[in-house]
């Protein structure tokens, strides 16, 4: 994936990124207690910030430098007027007096599972009746991947220095962080492997000018639907269209017809049975620019053989989702392609399980990418896009609401748009998911969101 302009993307710092950061910092390593005073002179600040009733703090420290940042923010602490005690793995001293928790234990060189005294400590952590605040990272939280190898700290607040970490973006480390401040501790940039995707990507979706037919805007042949699921490739269809593409062609089972016809106004339709589907569909993708495939398609052989025929025998970009990824295999293709799995659908296709995906997010991901030579897009509350070149980039501005059914095949049809207009698929798929996250949170009220109040968004959503 190209890495585009500056303000399209952030940068998510692993361990050895950040080492390389403060090796840059001059003076270095004479110069780590100059980094600590300011490290630790943060967190008191955003615990007196973020905590101002508070007037006791017990600061749980560890041996290295994580632990040297909880100290000196112990000492500001109680130089600013406030009861601040510093405590080790093995104290038995009760947490249950304190008004906030530092955790201060592991840092962003932590790796694997805590040992079991810190384990225990870590358990007293989260059963204290205190917020607490993490330092850098919850401990127990991998920097560089987001895994939770075993016990780690349910933090209220996060304070961290220079950049986010990707432990802090990805789940399931992002699940135990909380608000995340970052605190400026005067180290410079750097180059990073991991991105979050910003609004400003969707800067670089092409819109409809005036020079634009409705065929040059983008057009999208989405191939799905069943009876009992033809919705679902209709709100493929018509996220396509409310994404700014100029012309959709809606291909549905002859059984489906009355019902697309019914619920999606503004695409053609077309109909096509099992026998002679795919001279039907590859002649509907002569007069296209993408494709999208899978939404409510259903499982049977002939629709696998569908699935696979077309995407085989079509050299456009294709988004493959839903019944489209089911018992999938690695495709002789060439053109872009991108696979919007959940964790249980990438877990299929990884011969795994839903619960490995889950705990293993960012290696899931561009495993299957690597597979199967394709854009991977994992679904999630932490979307990851994965590139067969490596590229990942988090896209994170999605809200709890979009997890409902139906959602993901709007998604399907934002990316089938970007694809449409020319975006190369890492791009497609990561800017997709920043329109998807920004109009669900468009829609008012959140409680009860359904994946039809995306489509009146999504315009809304791309204007800015």
């Known amino acids: 994936m190209a890495r585009g302009p500056e303000g399209v993307f952030e940068p998510l710092f692993d361990a050895a990124e950040m080492r390389a950061a403060e090796e840059r910092y001059p003076r270095y390593p004479d110069s780590i207690p100059e980094l600590m005073e300011r490290a630790g002179t943060a967190v008191a600040r955003e615990a007196m910030l973020a905590f101002p009733a508070a007037r006791s703090f017990a600061c749980v420290c560890g041996g290295g430098?994580?632990?040297?940042?909880?100290?000196?923010?112990?000492?500001?602490?109680?130089?600013?007027?406030?009861?601040?005690?510093?405590l080790a793995v093995g104290t038995t001293e009760g947490l249950e007096r304190y008004d906030v928790v530092v955790d201060a234990l592991f840092g962003t060189g932590f790796r694997a599972a805590p040992r079991p005294e810190a384990a225990e400590l870590i358990a007293r952590i989260n059963a204290a009746p205190a917020p607490v605040l993490a330092v850098?990272?919850?401990?127990?939280?991998?920097?560089?991947?987001?895994e939770v190898a075993g016990a780690a700290?349910?933090?209220?607040?996060?304070?961290?220095?220079?950049?986010?970490?990707?432990?802090?973006?990805?789940?399931?480390?992002?699940?135990?962080?909380?608000?995340?401040?970052?605190?400026?501790?005067?180290?410079?940039?750097?180059?990073?492997?991991?991105?979050?995707?910003?609004?400003?990507?969707?800067?670089?979706?092409?819109?409809?000018?005036?020079?634009?037919?409705?065929?040059?805007?983008?057009?999208?042949?989405?191939?799905?639907?069943?009876?009992?699921?033809?919705?679902?490739?209709?709100?493929?269809?018509?996220?396509?269209l409310r994404s700014d593409a100029g012309y959709v062609t809606l291909a549905v089972p002859a059984a489906a017809l009355a019902t697309a016809e019914a619920?999606?106004?503004?695409?053609?339709?077309?109909?096509?049975?099992?026998?002679?589907?795919?001279?039907?569909?590859?002649?509907?993708?002569e007069r296209s620019s993408a494709l999208a495939v899978g939404p409510g398609l259903g499982r049977t052989d002939a629709r696998r053989k569908v699935v696979r025929e077309l995407l085989e025998r079509v050299d456009l970009p294709a988004v493959v989702d839903a019944d489209g990824l089911f018992r999938l295999e690695p495709l002789s293709r060439d053109a872009p392609t991108v696979l919007t799995p959940h964790a249980g659908e990438l877990a299929r296709l990884l011969d795994t399980d839903s619960a490995w995906v889950d705990a293993h997010r960012l290696e899931a991901a561009a495993a299957a990418a690597q597979r199967f030579g394709a854009t991977v897009l994992l679904k999630g509350a932490d979307t990851l896009v994965a590139s067969p070149d490596g590229a990942v980039v988090v896209c994170d501005l999605g809200p709890p609401s979009l997890a409902t059914a139906g959602t993901?095949?709007?998604?399907?049809?934002?990316?089938?748009?970007?694809?449409?207009?020319?975006?190369?698929?890492?791009?497609?798929?990561?800017?997709?998911?920043?329109?998807?996250?920004?109009?669900?949170?468009?829609?008012?009220p959140q409680a009860g969101l359904v994946a039809s109040d995306l489509l009146a968004t999504l315009p809304l959503a791309l204007d800015g």
């Open 408 to 444: 993901g095949d709007v998604l399907t049809g934002v990316v089938a748009a970007f694809l449409a207009k020319g975006l190369e698929p890492g791009l497609a798929g990561a800017a997709a998911a920043v329109a998807h996250g920004r109009a669900a949170a468009l829609v008012a």
């Open 65 to 86: 430098s994580n632990g040297g940042d909880g100290r000196v923010a112990a000492r500001v602490l109680r130089e600013a007027g406030h009861v601040a005690d510093e």
């Open 136 to 146: 850098d990272l919850p401990s127990g939280v991998d920097a560089s991947t987001g």
């Open 263 to 285: 619920l999606a106004l503004e695409p053609v339709k077309l109909a096509w049975e099992d026998d002679g589907a795919i001279d039907v569909l590859v002649a509907a993708a």
């Open 153 to 240: 700290v349910d933090a209220e607040l996060t304070v961290t220095f220079h950049a986010p970490k990707v432990g802090l973006a990805v789940a399931p480390g992002r699940f135990h962080a909380g608000r995340v401040v970052v605190a400026d501790i005067g180290l410079t940039g750097g180059e990073t492997r991991l991105r979050r995707a910003t609004p400003g990507i969707l800067d670089l979706v092409p819109r409809r000018s005036a020079r634009s037919t409705k065929y040059s805007a983008g057009s999208v042949l989405v191939v799905g639907g069943s009876p009992g699921t033809t919705s679902a490739a209709c709100l493929s269809a018509l996220a396509a």
